[in-house]
């Protein structure tokens, strides 16, 4: 969430925007649109196609506003509003996955990097789009697991939920997207 977002509504937020209150809605996209676009892009890789599903994500959101019960946390919400919504747009355009078993998986996920110099500073922005082509690159239950572990930081337990799986085969899909990555990242050395 982003700094100063509350994590549960009050229940007088709740009832602001179970209501329509339009400014309780601004206030609640002003909040958490920019985590939900990052998480969105990272998944996506297009930001024209990420701010469309952020967009999708408030609107759906406003809708299944009286599905969310109050003391419930609102991100592990909004990102299964997040993660359905970009779901569905890939069956509309049934885009093609990619198979799991023809991945690399011997290799671990260690990548060791230090502050970049000015030399590798310039690199830099060449290591973020190959990270970014490689995540893109996973299939995507196990993009979204890694993006939700190690990019938004949530537990396993909240990626569990969000994906609809079991806490072991949350664990399963970020180990295993880790070593994808590792087989697809070799080489690159500065992922700050």
């Given at each position: ?15 602001e925007l ?11 996209v ?20 990420a ?6 994500v408030?609107?759906r ?6 599905t969310f019960?109050a ?6 919400w ?13 069956r ?8 799991i ?9 260690e ?8 030399v590798?500073a ?7 789009e190959?990270?970014q ?13 890694v993006?939700?572990r ?10 569990a939920?969000?994906q609809?799986?079991?806490?072991g ?5 970020v ?5 994808q990555?590792?087989g ?9």
């Open positions: 969430m982003e700094p100063g977002a509350p994590e549960r509504l009050t229940v007088e937020q709740l009832e179970t209501a329509g209150d339009e400014a309780a809605w601004y206030r609640f002003a909040e958490h649109e920019h985590r939900m676009y990052a998480y969105l892009f990272r998944l996506e890789g297009n930001a024209d196609d701010m469309d599903l952020t967009q999708e408030f609107y959101a406003w809708r299944g506003i009286h019960r003391g419930e946390r609102l991100l592990p909004l990102y299964q509003i997040a993660r359905n919504t970009q779901i569905e747009r890939h509309r355009k049934q885009l093609q996955r990619f198979s078993e023809e991945a690399h998986e011997d290799l671990g996920f990548v060791q990097s230090a502050r970049p110099g000015p590798q310039a690199e830099s922005v060449d290591a973020q190959r990270v082509a490689a995540l893109l690159q996973l299939a995507p239950e196990y993009r979204e697991a993006v939700l190690f990019v938004e930081d949530l537990p396993y337990e909240d990626i939920r969000i609809g799986v079991a806490l085969t949350a664990k399963s899909r180990f295993r997207a880790k070593e990555l590792a697809l990242l070799a080489g690159v050395s500065d992922l700050d």
